[in-house]
């Protein structure tokens, strides 16, 4: 793939607008081969290059480089492409000069040479010096070769810069061929970016993302073990800790898709979970910052969020391990040394700003820390038992017992507090790579997708539930001068806010699409966070799971009557262990309960909120996420049985129930749908079905109340229109909102298909084996 079939259009032209008339305004001493190749701000011929290393002003080369986007070690980058020939740059270096070469040879090279190996020299008044060398023979870490030359002490001289690539075992007639790759080459300097760039004071975003972190596990959030003392430092000391933020979800995918684009992820994934994709039409918040001009890097160590499902889109530098088990056993340091060249090249000088996205999956399992001693957490030093560092998932899977569970949880849950611990510690050695005056002017962000149950709640790992353990996670904001240090912020947080905070922050547009609000009046102290309940979908394997948060009320709702057929044997597993812990209906206050424990549904004579204030919430956020003609049961006489028949010019495909109590029947008979079902106003609890598929052009509907008709007036269409007799037109059921808003009536029907929602993606054999690397396919 080429680089610019990795951007959209509509955003390369707007950076190459945006790069060239920054070049425009460059002095010499600034150099970026990237932007000079799309500028065509070079000279060609050996002559030029002759020149260059004398007295020639700006960059020549042998031959005409371009520009491709090149792959090594899964690693992808925007890439000047050259012939096997040295390339010289003269210029003035800037102070604190540095240079920044990342380099690697296309594969037609590999497959004659031995070993890439590169030169830079310097020529001056004082005469010639090599100032960086590298090497990397064939069959080494496949990965880009990244160095770093000090040109301080040249600062303010014009000097000469010339680069030597070679491929040792190359036939001298091949040294004309394009073969080596350079991203980036650019000269960065101690200047700051503002006085590089007068006028922009757009910050610098770094946000990092640790899989798997709960937030009662940290030491900002109150927890007994000092697991994130960077981040303590960091960013809690130095920015703001958010109290409560939710996940959207209980896993990395469609969590991840929140983030990306600011809305409820299930408004646009399909199912089943192969399909889960950021659409095209959906723009992520990385493609936002590409069009206002930002380089952009993801290094993310989860390989389920990859280029095929949309995740790499307008990330100009892109990492993600293979789709493989072997990618679990990777650690959070090696993606570090990734990310640590980029943010070198692109933290200072005269470059762009930078978004720079690191995803860390170390507390992800196994719990294989490399702080661990001989499999022994620090945390708990005097463990003897048989648990292992790879155990977790035989355990979730129920292969796995634990033959002292007292024991062997406190040592499991040791053994994941040292991957919070190893993965705070990258955490301190990326801010501590930015050099204080940028990163003054830097964004920085720290959340998670989501937590670990870790057998809070009777079960294992994640994706299940949505109890907190799962859904509410750590975040934080620092940006010196704007956010005050040291506070906390009250109020109910998503993570689908980040996007339209980050946008905000850089001056972009909001997107009217966007579920997610701006958080930067409420971080900036110039007013509260603003009052949205949190909806989170468990949008995994097994019937629907859903909750909200308002304030600090939380409903879930699990949808238990409907009928599901576990595919593989870790389903059976985890369907049989769900039905035996989790009720179809929930209600906590996590003010005086936070870790949920008792549910007031089940105690009649508890104080509690009604369900009827917070039940409209959740339909009506899930009802933005069903497509398909919705049936609705509102409060009827307790006891008493709701029975009728909805008929169709064509059978329907299927129908869902939603909610159903035991005893409640709901069936396609002929060109019908049937239904009876137990009224429950004592509860007032909202229940119904949903029915799939192409009916025809007209409905009729029948229903009685304990034997009697139910008149016309209790049966709502569409936007609450009362229902007449005989046949009425199928658009009579459509509504663009949701109805049960409305006051009235006892059964309701309405139709929301796609209402402007994006097409379902395909299937994707990537995200398929990423799935299973990760155990939750088998």
């Known amino acids: 793939m080429t680089w610019s079939e990795r951007i959209p259009l509509r955003v390369l032209a707007s950076l190459a607008l945006a790069l060239l008339a920054g070049c425009g305004s460059r002095s010499s001493s600034h150099f970026d081969l990237g932007e000079q190749v799309r500028a065509k701000r070079f000279s060609v011929g050996a002559a030029a290059v002759a020149a260059g290393k004398e007295s020639h002003p700006g960059l020549a080369f042998t031959r005409s480089p371009s520009l491709e986007r090149i792959e090594v070690g899964r690693e992808s980058r925007p890439a000047v492409i050259t012939s096997v020939e040295p390339w010289v740059w003269r210029g003035k270096v800037p102070p604190g000069g540095r ?8 594969p037609l090279g590999w497959q004659v040479a031995q070993a890439l190996e590169v030169t830079v020299e310097v020529q001056a008044d004082a005469g010639r010096e090599v100032v960086a060398v590298g090497r990397r023979p064939k069959g080494d870490d496949p990965r880009w070769l990244d160095l770093e030359a000090d040109l301080s002490p040249w600062a303010g001289e014009e000097i000469g810069l010339t680069v ?10 091949d040294r004309s061929t394009p073969l080596i790759a350079w991203s980036p080459a650019r000269l960065s300097s101690t200047e700051t970016r503002q006085q590089a760039r007068p006028g922009d004071e757009r910050p610098n975003v770094l946000f990092i993302l640790i899989d798997t972190m709960r937030a009662d596990h940290l030491t900002p959030y109150g927890y007994k073990r000092d697991t994130s003392p960077e981040i303590a430092r960091w960013l809690a000391a130095q920015g703001t800790t ?7 979800a209980p896993w990395t995918l469609p969590s991840l898709a929140a983030i990306m684009s600011g809305r409820y992820p299930g408004e646009f994934l399909g199912d089943p979970v192969e399909t889960f994709a950021l659409p095209k039409d959906v723009p992520s918040i990385a493609e936002r910052f590409a069009l206002a001009g930002y380089a952009t890097a993801g290094f993310i160590g989860n390989p389920t969020l990859h280029e095929g499902n949309g995740f790499a889109r307008g990330f100009g530098t892109f990492y993600t391990p293979a789709p493989d088990p072997i990618s679990m056993n990777l650690h959070g340091g090696g993606l570090t040394d990734r990310a640590l060249p980029w943010l070198s090249a692109h933290s200072q000088g005269a470059g762009r700003p930078f978004f720079l996205y690191v995803h860390y999956i170390d507390p992800h399992d196994p719990y294989d820390s490399p702080e661990l001693k001989n499999g022994v957490s620090a945390f708990d030093p005097d463990y003897h038992g048989k648990i292992g560092v790879d155990w977790i998932h035989g355990i979730y899977t129920g292969r796995l017992q634990l033959s ?11 053994l994941y507090d040292s991957e919070i611990h190893y993965a705070d510690a990258q955490v301190g050695r990326l801010l501590a790579a930015i050099p204080p005056e940028v990163l003054a002017n830097t964004l920085v962000v720290v959340t998670a997708d989501h937590g670990e149950e870790l057998l809070d709640h009777g079960g294992w790992k994640h994706g299940q539930t949505l109890y907190d353990e799962q859904i509410h996670v750590p975040l934080f904001f620092r940006w010196d001068g704007k956010i005050p240090a040291g506070k906390r912020l009250p109020g109910v947080v998503r993570l689908l806010d980040i996007a339209p905070t980050l946008a905000a922050a850089i001056g972009a547009k909001a997107d009217p699409a966007w579920d ?4 930067l009046p409420a971080l900036e102290g110039r007013g509260a966070v603003p009052r949205k309940p949190a909806f989170a979908q468990h ?8 909750a909200t948060i308002v304030d600090r009320i939380k409903r879930i709702r699990f949808n238990r009557s409907e009928a599901f057929k576990p595919e593989n044997e870790l389903q059976e597993h985890l369907w049989t262990l769900d039905l035996g812990r989790m009720p179809a209906e929930e209600l906590f206050d996590l003010a005086a309960d936070p870790r949920e424990r008792k549910n007031l549904i089940a105690d009649p004579a508890a104080d509690r909120p009604p369900l009827s204030s917070i039940d409209p919430i959740l339909s009506a956020q899930l009802d933005e996420q069903l497509r398909g003609l919705r049936v609705a049961v509102r409060p009827c006489p307790a006891g008493a049985r709701l029975g009728g028949s909805i008929a169709f010019d064509r059978a329907p495909e299927n129908v869902l129930s939603l909610f159903l109590a035991p005893g409640d029947r709901v069936e396609i008979v002929g060109a019908a749908v049937r239904f009876d079902l137990l009224c429950e106003s004592s509860a007032r609890r909202t229940k119904g079905f949903l029915i799939h598929g192409e009916t025809g052009a007209s409905v009729s509907i029948t229903a009685q109340i304990g034997g009697k008709p139910l008149p016309g007036a209790e049966i709502r269409l569409g936007g609450g229109a009362p229902y007449g007799i005989g046949p009425i037109a199928a658009s009579a059921l459509e509504a663009r909102r949701f109805p049960l808003a409305a006051p009235g009536g006892v059964l309701w029907l309405w139709r929301r298909d796609d209402l402007g929602r994006p097409a379902a993606s395909a299937a994707s054999e990537e995200t398929e084996k990423s799935l299973r690397a990760l155990g939750y396919i088998q």
């Open 404 to 414: 002292d569970p007292a024991r062997d949880l406190a040592h499991i849950a040791a």
């Open 516 to 519: 997610g609000v701006d958080l």
């Open 164 to 173: 030597r690539p070679a491929l040792v075992g190359l036939l001298a007639e």
């Open 539 to 546: 949008l995994s394997s097994g019937p629907l799971r859903v």
């Open 99 to 106: 240079l920044h070469l990342g380099v690697q040879a296309l």
């Open 242 to 248: 958010v109290e409560t933020a939710y996940s959207q």
